[in-house]
């Protein structure tokens, strides 16, 4: 080898090893500065206009971000005129339904007389998602002392009619899980 071959392989040596020493130093010290966008470490910000309230996760800068441990950048909530809770939409940062890890995009909830009846999983186009515990709708019955009684868990199985069919019931007993019923 001569010395001008030497030289060129010295200079490689001496050049790009500490070049490449201090691209891997900065990308430690990135990783370990920089944190996840998690829930706990976004602003929550809240915006009510009638009766629907927009509460979303926003970084510095003031843009909705999607918390990585949520799931979701926002959620609209919209009460009916009790102030009940009608339906929960999850959003994306550009405000559109994104579908949960649970296997769906929004909950709607129906009332009878102030007490939460029907529990509604819907997806992305507003239609019934049967989550990830088997079921897309909870009908609940309340006693005579306005205390939750019975829940059905339901499943639309496609039927062209869009009727569901009972899944599962689970009764209560002094607040606590009476007995379940499969297959009903």
């Not at 009510?48 to 926002?74: L, M, N, W």
């Not at 579908?99 to 007490?115: I, R």
């Amino acid at each position: 080898m001569s010395k001008e071959q030497l030289r060129g392989g010295d200079c490689i040596r001496r050049i790009f090893f500490p070049v490449l020493l201090l691209f891997f130093a900065a990308a430690t010290v990135l990783s370990i500065f920089s944190k996840p966008q998690t829930s706990a470490n976004l602003t929550k910000t809240t915006n009510t206009e009638g009766s629907v309230t927009i509460t979303s996760y926003t970084d510095r800068e003031g843009r909705a971000v999607t918390a990585s441990d949520k799931g979701y950048a926002s959620i609209r909530t919209t009460k009916d005129q009790d102030g009940h809770t009608v339906l929960e939409e999850y959003l994306d940062p550009s405000g559109d339904p994104v579908l949960l890890s649970s296997g769906y995009a929004a909950v709607q909830y129906g009332y009878t007389d102030g007490l939460n009846t029907v529990i509604t999983y819907l997806d992305e186009t507003g239609k019934p998602a049967v989550i990830s515990n088997g079921y897309d709708t909870i009908r609940r019955s309340y006693n005579e002392k306005r205390l939750a009684e019975t829940d059905t868990y339901w499943i639309h199985r496609g039927a062209e009619n869009g009727q569901a069919e009972p899944e599962e019931t689970r009764g209560y007993a002094e607040g606590r899980v009476r007995g379940v019923q499969k297959g009903i």
